[in-house]
């Protein structure tokens, strides 16, 4: 599995249309990788991402994790930043950009106790209208989004019973857990529907950061590599860790 992480050129036309529809961020960041993986590509090379905002610089970072190793020249000219320009970097040369690791080995050192700061951008919804219809038959329904904390941090709790780690803090109190929760602004993308038209995509982005416990080193990997949640297509469901002190 592979981790890369890259600097946005701000200036950049690409970039900035990206940066305004989902959908066209998916298509460019599947230009780094082979186009021969099937009906489900994204699915097929593990592919995960997240852009981050680095406000203090006025960045945006993008971050990838991919079972295939990506090809980043694939990307249009000009995409990402030239750190050799960047008066931030005493030694740009030190610096590849974008950058990508190898983190099989130290995913594989992980073990039931283990404590990680974490963070994660989700799609936290419900499903609705799921009852059988008149052929009998149970419909699929339809995604709606939590609206409440509460009920977020609910939704939070269920994911990680299931993917093999527990939050620090309390389970029911909001103030006890060791969680910060922020609404994003909603992302929107257009992307083709079967008549030939366009579908407008509407995500409501909820960033959670906080400390995790792994109770189930097995389950825990296998979310990692998997993603939490739905959107996974468009920037959601990344889990990324780093190691917490205790």
């Known amino acids: 599995m592979y981790l890369s992480r890259a600097l946005l050129n701000p200036v950049s036309r ?37 852009v981050d905002e680095d406000a203090r610089r006025g960045r945006f970072v993008l971050l990838v994790q991919s079972a295939t190793r990506p090809d980043f020249t694939r990307f249009p000219e000009g995409y990402f930043l030239d750190l050799r320009d960047d008066s931030g970097f005493a030694d740009p040369g030190a610096f590849e950009n974008p950058a990508v690791r190898d983190v099989d080995e130290e995913r594989s050192r992980i073990g039931a106790g283990a404590r990680f700061r974490f963070r994660l951008r989700a799609n936290p919804t419900r499903r609705i209208d799921t009852k059988s219809g008149p052929d009998g038959k149970r419909r699929n329904g339809r995604r709606v989004e939590l609206r409440d904390d509460a009920s977020r941090l609910a939704w939070l709790h269920r994911k990680a019973t299931q993917s093999g780690f527990e939050l620090c803090g309390g389970r029911d109190d909001l103030e006890a857990a060791d969680v910060w929760m922020h609404e994003e602004r909603k992302l929107t993308g ?7 038209g366009r579908t407008t995509l509407t995500l409501a982005p909820v960033l959670f950061e906080g400390r995790l416990r792994v109770t189930d ?5 296998a979310a990692l590599v998997a993603g939490i949640g739905s959107g996974k297509a468009y920037g959601f469901g990344l889990l990324s860790i780093a190691p917490a002190p205790g």
């Open 190 to 196: 257009h992307r083709p529907d079967a008549r030939g």
């Open 217 to 221: 080193a097995d389950r825990f990997r």
């Open 14 to 50: 690409a970039v900035r249309a990206d940066l305004a529809d989902v959908a066209s961020l998916h298509r460019t960041l599947m230009r780094a990788f082979p186009d021969d993986a099937g009906p489900r590509p994204r699915e097929a090379h593990g592919i995960l991402f997240r």
